[in-house]
Nanobody, 115 residues
Framework: VQLQASGGGLVQPGGSLRLSCTVA????????VGWFRQAPGKEREGVAC????????HYGDSVKGRFTISRDNAKNTVYLQMNSLKPEDTSVYYC?????????WGQGTLVTVSS
């Protein structure tokens, strides 16, 4: 199982970015998927997740109302739409898929919010 995250970059405060995570080796629609982030010197933080059975989503308190997780099962891809970005959103963002055997992680994509 491999996850490839992309879409990070430099954006000004108040701007938007959409991250993508393409999954290979397992059917996306069977499992929960999520996004985490980790800034230098800080602990990894859960950002958003989407359940595989019913699609229910959950968000971290710091991103509620600004970020949206979605999935395209036909493309085996998970997205994270990030709006109203703040400097404190600067971090490496990781996607993950949770199978009954183990969780798999992508390599991370850097998001920098700065003017």
């Amino acid at each position: 199982v491999q996850l490839q995250a992309s879409g990070g970059g430099l954006v000004q405060p108040g701007g938007s970015l959409r991250l993508s995570c393409t999954v290979a080796g397992v059917a996306l629609d069977d499992y929960a998927v999520g996004w985490f982030r980790q800034a230098p010197g800080k602990e990894r933080e859960g950002v958003a997740c989407s359940r595989g059975d019913n699609g229910v989503t959950h968000y971290g308190d710091s991103v509620k109302g600004r970020f949206t997780i979605s999935r395209d099962n036909a493309k085996n891809t998970v997205y994270l739409q990030m709006n109203s970005l703040k400097p404190e959103d600067t971090s490496v963002y990781y996607c993950t898929i949770n199978t009954p055997y183990r969780a798999y992680w992508g390599q991370g994509t850097l998001v920098t919010v700065s003017s």
